[in-house]
């Protein structure tokens, strides 16, 4: 039986952070889409959903505050979302949380780490 | 040969300052290092291919005969590029490093040199192929006893002034080898040396950008941009193991969210320049002992 790949959108704008948890999640046998800024988010949800959605916070053009608020209140999706954050944001953190985000890692972000909290937030849907 | 590695560290000194040249340092000032550092390699060259010739044109000379080298005048290099040669009797090994004794080097130089003899073990390559009876005065010492005698003599006034609480240059340079340990990154990346070399040069990018932005929004004292720059930089830092940087790149993210010293920014984003050539030397060595 052949089971079909998870789509999971990666938006992080650090292209060295963003090409290790790229090559990482996909040797974990996830379809990743990875996208460096707010606005390639959103050309990305506009033709697509995902299965995860794991986002940075800081980014260009559109945080990942405002992308968990756009999931959860725009396009009205119950998708897990996992947002990475920086030591000493909690602040933003709780926003996030308030606004419907799943979980969250911080930076320095452990590959293997990422890959146990994607695998358990798509076995909780 | 020995001679061709110191040759290829300087090679590497000269990419370093062509990376730097338009982002970190002004025109002008890049231009007198490139052609200081190209006056000092043609003239390295030049005195190795001779030494090399006298060497193997005579039968092996007695130790003892080393005679300390003079401290040359900046000035003389600079313009001239040329330099006395010195005709002790040495060994191939102390011949070449005679070379580098004879040679004044810069504030700069120095550093890179230090760098690279910490980092690439250069002086024990070099002490392996002394001759048996010949003097076991390391190239190392004798490289770092030349280069504690220049820094003392130099006109510091043309050296760059860094002070830093966090980052000292001879204390940073010595301890490059150590500093920088790629296993864990090449863990994280499930042994795959080419996507280890992959983020390696994608952390080098993000640096140079990252000098770039902070020059640019220093200058247009956009606080916002410095602090955003400096969050962002961090993460690669810290995938890096390059903590002196990433304590630097903390603290001006700080200054940014606090009191907005542009006195202060500056002098951290000197401290910045200072040590980040050192952390990419490191870096390479670090890579190059996984390959």
Sequence with gaps: MITEKKKLLLAEDDALLGSLLNYRLQKGGYEVQLVHDGKEVMEFLA??????IVTDIMMPYFSGIEL????????????????????????????????GANDFISKPVSPSELLVRVGRELGKT | MNIRILLTKLSEFEATLRAYSYEQLKATEARELKDKLGAF?????????????????????????????????????????????????HSEASESTGALEATYLTYEQINYLNAVLASS???????????????????????????????KTMDMGNARKIISK????????KGASTRVDLTPVLEDCLGQLDLLEELVLLFKQNALEF???LKIHLQNMDFEGVRFAAHKIKSGLRMMKTTELLGIAEQIEA????????????????????EYPKIEIAIDMALEKLK
């Design chain 2, 255 to 274: 200054v940014c969210k606090t009191d907005r010293d542009v006195k202060h920014l500056n002098f951290l984003f000197d401290c910045f320049l200072e």
């Design chain 2, 41 to 89: 390699r043609r003239h390295l060259e030049q005195k190795i291919n001779r030494d090399v010739s006298e060497i193997s044109g005579r039968e092996s000379k007695p130790p003892g005969c080393h005679k300390e080298p003079e401290i040359q005048q900046s000035a003389d290099f600079a313009t001239t590029g040329t330099q006395k040669s010195k005709t002790g009797h």
């Design chain 2, 166 to 173: 966090t980052v000292q240059p001879d204390k940073g340079l």
């Design chain 2, 121 to 151: 073990d250069i002086a024990g390559l070099v002490g392996r192929d002394l001759n048996a009876g010949a003097e076991k005065k390391s190239a190392k010492q004798a490289i770092q006893t030349k280069s504690d005698r220049s820094f």
């Design chain 1, 47 to 52: 033709g697509s959903v995902p299965d995860i």
């Design chain 1, 68 to 99: 968990v608020d756009y999931v959860r209140n725009e396009l009205k999706l119950k998708i897990p979302v996992i947002i990475i954050s920086s030591a000493g944001n909690e602040e933003n953190v709780l926003n996030a949380f308030e606004l």
């Design chain 2, 211 to 213: 000098i770039g932005q």
